[in-house]
């Protein structure tokens, strides 16, 4: 992975002599809390009904061990023994006092790590496919490029005062795990009929009040003009984006109200300018310097089969089942891709503690290269595991309890903090989850399922994804009580598509009965083989919602 | 009135003019309504732009300004940089860009990168202290106004 030379390091290091000075002059009461509100989310730090809460970037979800084992320093030492992976791929503290964030940071700069621009109206942390450079379906390896971009975003001085925040995602392989068409910018990198690499660019998607699907605005940037195009983007974005309307503002807005072909007029125009007054492409020799940091570990050439793998596959079933579910197929023969799930009856999703995380760091120095990857579904991931080594490193997971076999099942759900948490809720949501994993805990029947995506939201905003749920949950207040309203057909793939709702919503005694309902309306209509998101797309609502409201 | 220009505290005596009462003495500083409706001959003049201006209505007389001046009306708005910018790389604008309104030391750093060499900090706070801010970082890795080099490019 990535390793900061010295001006990286420079940079992050300054970052918080800066931010040092901003909290002092702020507990000093030289700056009001209006001014440092700004400043302080274009570090992370967020006020929430209880606390400060601070997000940690991980950019494109990678980790060191050692960075790993930083992050539970500071959540033995600032909080309350635990952190948060967002949907974004970055690790939230939920308690941290504001005196201490500049010692927080200074820890995190250690480790070459730190919190710029993961809040705030401004180029946010980058996402990526957690799988990237492993994958068996990957075309381009797409985590020099986001390296590349991050370095590029930061500190952008002219980006800094966003309409509104702004967020990129990239993916490089033959199916979208990075959900880039949800992104104010998703980049697909791509090889031209000549294996040239360039980029189909997509703008304007994201979740909120008003969903969008990214629209495509390029079909091929090529590598060395990737950045003076989002250049121009931006450019637009920031001269033209509404900025009257907190609601408007995001970019997604005003490509719609510009009509997308308009859009892309001012986009290439300012583009065409900024080649002009000589804007540098990038360097190849600069692409090649940040690509050598992404070379492949030092794999041992193995066979495909593995012969302790297959025995222990027939001996134990407990182990083929957590096989079958949360093992993909790694690009390297003898190889394997292994998904940590962070979902569990009685731990809200995501939530992950300080032994936890020292465990995780220990095993994946021991199996996988000491590298660890996080999710936007809230799970971790062990990239480069041999298949020798399975067994091993499922009874150790099963020890610091992330090997539920439940990853792609509906108790893999992504829901946000809530009313729990936060002060734009309208409904609790971790609870309901909690209900959720608890109620549907027969693995014999989510199996039969199949891949389920339920997500859920306290609120419109969004951030638990439920617009692109296969099952969405959008808690809603209705007259004072919490309801919780139910979409379906949403996905955040190639195929994106937003939920739509199915009717009136249900309160919080309601909703497992609701669920299983629909349930039920699936497996008895689907066709062989035939998953949830493909039986309601041939179906449509009516037979669901029929159902659902038959005795009303 | 003291403000920084090219990162030294000067006295400044230019005079905002709103429109409003007799006409001051000096060196002017107007709106693009005024400066288009009123009679200014004679005086140096420095054009204000409000972050909806549209440059393309200046872009020729330009050499008519003596400095342009950019007003953040809130210093979440982030428009005045690519004004700013614009201003200096594309149409060429050699001479004062100058930063008003919502502007104190947080922005310092960004806002010369975008092309400004002078600023009227915000009452109440500290100019000497703002001074510092243009040192906040050493590293830069984009190319902007001040630096056509990408930090790889370097040596
Ligand atoms: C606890 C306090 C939180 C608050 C107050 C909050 C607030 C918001 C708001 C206001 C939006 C809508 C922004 C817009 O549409 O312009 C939003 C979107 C979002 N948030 Fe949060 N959020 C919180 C926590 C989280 C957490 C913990 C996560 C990750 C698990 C998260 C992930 C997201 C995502 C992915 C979006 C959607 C972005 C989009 O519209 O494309 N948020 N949040
Ligand atoms: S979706 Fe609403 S309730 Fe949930 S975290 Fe976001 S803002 Fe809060």
């Not at chain 2, 005024?34 to 872009?59: A, F, T």
């Not at chain 2, 790389?89 to 010369?112: H, N, P, T």
Request: hydrophobic share 40%.
């Amino acid at each position: 992975m990535y390793q900061y030379n010295e001006n990286d390091q420079r940079i992050v290091d300054e970052r918080v002599v800066q931010f040092r000075g901003q909290v002092k002059r702020r507990l000093a009461g030289e700056l009001k809390e209006d001014e440092f509100r700004i400043l302080r989310l274009q570090n992370g730090l967020y006020l929430q009904i209880q606390a400060y809460m601070l997000r940690v970037a991980v950019p494109y979800g990678l980790l060191s061990s050692r960075q790993l084992r930083m992050l539970a320093h500071i959540a033995t030492k600032y909080d309350r023994g635990y952190g948060h992976m967002t949907t974004r791929q970055n690790m939230q503290f939920n308690w941290p006092k504001l005196e201490d964030v500049p010692d927080i940071l200074d820890d995190l700069a250690s480790v070459q790590m730190h919190a710029i621009q993961t809040s705030g109206n401004c180029i946010r942390n980058i996402s990526a496919d957690q799988f990237a450079g492993v994958a068996e379906d990957e075309i381009v390896d797409p985590r020099p490029y986001a390296e590349i971009m991050r370095q590029w975003s930061t500190f952008h001085p002219e980006f800094a005062y966003l309409p509104r925040k702004f967020k990129f995602a990239f993916t490089g392989a033959a199916q979208d795990r990075a959900a880039i068409q949800f992104h104010d910018i998703g980049y697909r990198a791509v090889k031209n009929y000549a294996g040239e690499v360039g980029f189909k660019i997509y703008v304007g998607g994201g979740m909120g009040r008003t969903p969008m699907i990214g629209k495509l605005v390029n079909d091929f940037v090529p590598e060395k003009d990737l950045l003076v195009y989002t250049e121009a983007i931006m450019r637009v974005y920031n001269q033209f984006g509404r900025r009257d309307n907190k609601y408007k503002a995001r970019i997604k807005i005003l490509v719609h109200e510009l009509k997308l072909p308009k859009f892309i007029e001012l986009v290439e125009t300012e583009f065409a300018a900024l080649r002009q007054e000589g804007a540098v492409p990038l360097d190849a020799a600069e692409i090649d310097r940040v690509t050598a940091h992404f070379t492949d570990p030092d794999y041992m050439d193995l066979p495909d089969k593995s012969e302790v793998f297959n025995q222990y596959l027939q001996d134990d079933k407990d182990f083929s089942l957590w096989v079958k579910q949360n093992i993909l197929a790694h690009k390297k023969s003898g190889y394997a891709i292994v998904n940590l799930s962070l979902k569990k009856p009685g731990v809200p999703p995501g939530d992950i503690t300080d032994d936890q995380m020292l465990s995780v760091a220990d095993i994946a120095d021991d199996y996988s290269f000491g590298e660890i990857r996080s999710t936007h579904e809230q799970n971790l991931v062990f990239a480069d595991v041999r298949k020798d080594d399975l067994y091993q490193v499922w009874q150790a997971l099963k020890d610091v309890g992330f090997a539920e076999p439940n990853i792609g099942t509906l108790q893999d759900m992504i829901c946000c903090p809530g009313l729990d948490f936060c002060t734009l809720a309208n409904a609790r949501s971790i609870p309901i989850a909690d209900k959720i994993t608890t109620c549907f805990d027969d693995m014999d029947y989510l199996y039969d399922l199949g891949e389920l995506k339920l997500k859920m939201s306290g609120c419109i905003n969004a951030c638990g994804h439920h617009h692109v749920g296969h099952i969405g949950i959008l808690g809603v207040d209705k007259k004072g009580q919490e309801l919780y309203q139910i979409t379906l057909g949403g996905s955040a793939g190639d195929d994106a598509s937003i939920g739509k709702i199915i009717g009136p919503g249900f309160d919080q005694d309601e909703i497992i009965p609701a669920l299983k309902n629909i349930l039920s309306t699936y497996t008895r209509l689907r066709e062989e083989g035939e998953g949830f998101l493909a039986a309601y797309r041939r179906l449509g609502m009516s037979p669901f919602k029929e159902q659902l409201y038959a005795n009303n | 009135m003291q403000i920084i220009k090219d990162k030294a505290i000067i006295e400044d005596n230019w005079v905002h003019y709103c429109g409003e009462g007799d006409l001051p003495e000096g060196d002017l500083i107007v709106s693009l309504d005024i400066w288009q409706e009123m009679d200014l001959s004679g005086r140096n003049i420095g054009l204000q732009l409000e972050p909806d201006d549209m440059l393309s209505d200046i872009k020729d007389d330009l050499h008519q300004f003596d400095l342009i001046a950019i007003n953040f009306p809130t210093f979440a708005d982030g428009r005045g940089y690519s004004m700013a910018k614009i201003l200096r790389d594309r149409l060429g604008y050699k001479k004062e860009i100058r930063a008003v309104g919502d502007v104190m030391r947080d922005q310092l750093f960004y806002l010369q990168r975008c092309g400004f060499n002078a600023y009227e900090i915000k009452s109440g706070r500290d100019i000497v202290d703002a001074l510092e801010a243009f040192e906040d970082f050493s590293v830069k890795y984009q190319t902007s106004s001040d630096e056509h080099i990408p930090l790889y490019r370097r040596k």
